[in-house]
C-alpha cells in the first residue's frame, strides 16, 4: 500500500531514530511497502505557508 508521512516538525533522519528506538510507537511504518516520507519544514500549517509544496507531495504519492 502506498503511504506518505509529511514531515514537517522533523525530519526523516530523526523520524529513522524514532523508528529505531522506539519499535513499538513506530511499527505501523513498517507495515507499508511504499512508503514516502516527504520533509517539508515548516513545523506547522503547512497547508497554509507552503500549500504548493504540500499539494505536489500528495500528487507524486497518489
Request: proline letters at 6%; zero cysteines.
Given at each position: 500500500?502506498?503511504?506518505?508521512?509529511?514531515?514537517?516538525g522533523f525530519s526523516r533522519?530523526?523520524?529513522?531514530e524514532w523508528?529505531?528506538?522506539?519499535?513499538?510507537?513506530?511499527d505501523e511504518l513498517?507495515?507499508?511497502d511504499d512508503l514516502t516520507i516527504f520533509e517539508l519544514p515548516?513545523?506547522?500549517?503547512?497547508?497554509?505557508?507552503?500549500?504548493?509544496e504540500l499539494a505536489r507531495a500528495i500528487l507524486d504519492a497518489v
Open positions: 500500500m502506498r503511504s506518505l508521512v509529511v514531515a514537517s533522519t530523526v523520524l529513522d523508528r529505531r528506538d522506539y519499535p513499538d510507537v513506530a513498517d507495515r507499508y515548516t513545523s506547522h500549517w503547512l497547508h497554509l505557508t507552503k500549500p504548493n
